[in-house]
């Protein structure tokens, strides 16, 4: 910067004095500047740099034509464009008060703007406020052109203003016209930062916080509020997956991926390792986005197209970290379409099989293990299928449920097949020792589910055994049985504790009990707004986050299939297990067989 000397009369700025353009900065948070010598600014606007020191700066922040406002502010708040622009402006501001000696003087007042009618010498001839004079040039400072449009307040600077061209002052050679950049656009003359839409400042209609004694958090945001917080810091991998798994219920793959692409195409006035390090957080998010759900990917050849079009945006980039992040996407997305599915197939050997193919005639005589494998088999087929927004507004449950939740609708019709099989094939079994043995079997059954991690199996044939029509029919229970059941009922006590603990645990494979997932997210459904109170826009982010923890539990049970060889002979006998009876018809079933008030005897 010039080097600043008293000129009161005991010296005069000398011809040789160096003036350099001035550094600027874009403020990259609100700063209150809560003391009188302290700079206020808010997010994205343009300050001049006139002093750095350690960590607080001083600085103009341009107001208008006529005059700057001058303070200290913390360097940590703003994002620095370097020196060395061409300068083609006849504008400068006032570093330093400067009380005139003579008559042919200006005064100046600290920010005040100038128009420079020549500065060929260290006295520059300068007009402020109409007044033409002399000031030392070591007490101003020349604007860049990128920032003139700003000083200018919407007007043209005074030399343009007497009607002559921008930027040129009568008497010298027209400026050269300024060089377009990214993050720039031309305003009668003048390059302006174009608007970034991620440089908006906070306020109610865009994100509102909820502000505990340890942390804040969003409580809830603007779509574009919510790309822009969660890749500001630091990545939180949850709150990616939270919006990748709820984004249905409030927007669109394609609005998000668009914004996820803006985010990623910075100003040039943003600071290079600042651009980095957030452009890193973008294509982090987009790998998470393909690795938690690359279906969306696949089922959507639109959204596709344009991801391939921001992976080749990454793959050019000079940075190496976004580059090498790029080209991992590109090959993630390669592979991925040449499976069927994001199912990972375990490298152990699976167990040897019980039966053979063709081997056993009826269900009733396949073995209680195996039974359990083909079961979990079969319903995982449905389960793994089950898409995110299937699970948003109680889709399952509405009348549109086999269009927009049929994976979610053929998993609950599964369940109540097989729980309603069990139910009749025990009160359909007349002779009590029979009878007893069924129940022991499908015990069994449900104990060989729990084994293998297929707990919604578990729960199909439990549900089965805890039915009004079987469980009252205490004469056919063993006491081996009634033992195990009342270790299955403590799982499924207090609203499924100790399941819960199971299931959070258990490492995949594993099926989870789905009704109890889906009572989780009714309960979250009827309890809170998509939307925050009041507004229209802002989305409930809190209940967003809530929802993906009941999600994040279905998506990690689904892409690790089990490890069981398919018997095909066997699937299709359980196929045909078909129950013929309502729950009425099941309990007016066991009253005959074991009418009230008999006493139970021992079996």
């Not at 010039?2 to 040789?16: H, L």
């Not at 004469?475 to 059941?485: A, D, G, I």
Request: aromatic share 8%; charged share 25%; glycine share 6%.
């Amino acid at each position: 910067f010039a080097n600043v000397r008293n000129v009161d009369g005991r010296g005069t700025p000398s011809e040789s004095t160096i003036m350099e353009v001035a550094s600027f900065c874009v403020a990259l948070f609100d700063f209150e500047g809560n003391a009188p010598n302290k700079l206020a600014f808010k997010k994205g606007e343009i300050i001049i740099i006139l002093r750095q020191d350690k960590n607080w700066w001083e600085g103009a922040l341009l107001k208008g034509a006529k005059k700057a406002t001058v303070g200290f502010f913390p360097s940590n708040f703003v994002d620095v464009h370097s020196n060395g622009i061409v300068n083609t402006s006849q504008l400068c501001v006032a570093k330093h008060d400067y009380p005139p000696k003579r008559q042919e003087q200006l005064e100046l007042h600290k920010g005040d703007i100038l128009s420079v009618l020549d500065r060929s010498k260290a006295w520059w001839s300068c007009e402020h406020n109409g007044t033409e004079g002399f000031v030392p040039s070591n007490f101003l400072q020349l604007l860049p052109d990128e920032i003139c449009a700003v000083a200018s307040g919407g007007d043209k600077p005074a030399a343009a203003a007497a009607g002559d061209k921008p930027g040129v002052v009568p008497g010298d050679k027209p400026a050269a016209k300024p060089r377009k950049r990214r993050g720039w656009q031309e305003e009668e003359g003048f390059l302006v930062a174009d608007k970034y839409i991620f440089a908006e400042p906070d306020d109610d209609n865009s994100i509102k916080y909820r502000t505990t004694t340890s942390e804040r958090t969003i409580w809830g945001a603007t779509v574009l509020k919510l790309i822009e917080k969660l890749t500001e810091a630091q990545p939180d991998l949850s709150q990616f997956r939270a919006l990748i798994l709820t984004m249905h219920g409030y927007s669109t793959p394609l609005e998000v991926l668009d914004l996820l692409m803006k985010r990623f195409k910075t100003p040039d006035y943003f600071i290079a390792t600042y651009t980095e390090s957030l452009q890193v957080r973008v294509c982090k998010f987009v790998r998470e986005w393909i690795t938690v759900h690359f279906d969306e990917f696949r089922s959507d050849p639109a959204l596709l197209d344009k991801l391939n079009e921001f992976v080749s945006i990454m793959c050019a980039s000079q940075s190496s970290e976004v580059l090498a992040i790029g080209k991992e996407i590109k090959g993630s997305v390669a592979a991925a379409l040449f499976s069927i599915s994001d199912n990972v197939a375990s490298k152990m050997p699976p167990p040897k099989p019980l039966h053979k193919n063709g081997a056993v005639k009826t269900a009733a005589e396949v073995k209680p293990v195996e039974f359990a494998r083909q079961l979990a088999l079969m319903e995982f087929a449905f389960f793994t299928k089950i898409r995110p927004e299937e699970c948003l507004g109680l889709a399952w449950s509405k009348k549109e449920c086999d269009t927009k939740a049929p994976n979610v609708v053929a998993c609950t019709a599964f369940f109540n097949k097989f729980s309603g099989w069990a139910a009749n094939a025990i009160v359909s079994t007349e002779n009590i020792k029979e009878r007893t043995k069924l129940i022991d079997r499908i015990v069994k059954i449900a104990v060989a589910c729990k084994e293998i991690n297929n707990f919604s199996g578990m729960c199909q044939m439990v549900s089965a055994l805890n039915g009004r029509g079987v469980h009252r029919m205490k004469k056919s229970w063993s006491p081996e049985s009634l033992s195990v059941m009342k270790e299955m009922d403590e799982l499924m006590a207090n609203n499924y504790k100790s399941m819960r603990e199971l299931l959070a645990q258990t490492p995949p494979p594993c099926l989870p009990f789905l009704g109890m997932l889906l009572s989780d997210l009714t309960f979250i459904e009827e309890g809170n707004q998509d939307k925050l109170p009041g507004s229209t826009t802002l989305v409930n982010w809190s209940k967003m986050m809530l929802t993906a923890r009941v999600l994040e539990q279905i998506k990690r049970c689904q892409h690790a299939p089990f490890n069981f060889v398919p018997i095909v002979s066997i699937q299709q006998l359980l196929e045909n297990l078909q129950p013929t009876m309502t729950d009425s018809e099941v309990y007016q079933a066991s009253l005959k067989l074991e009418p009230r008030g008999e006493a139970a005897s021992a079996v």
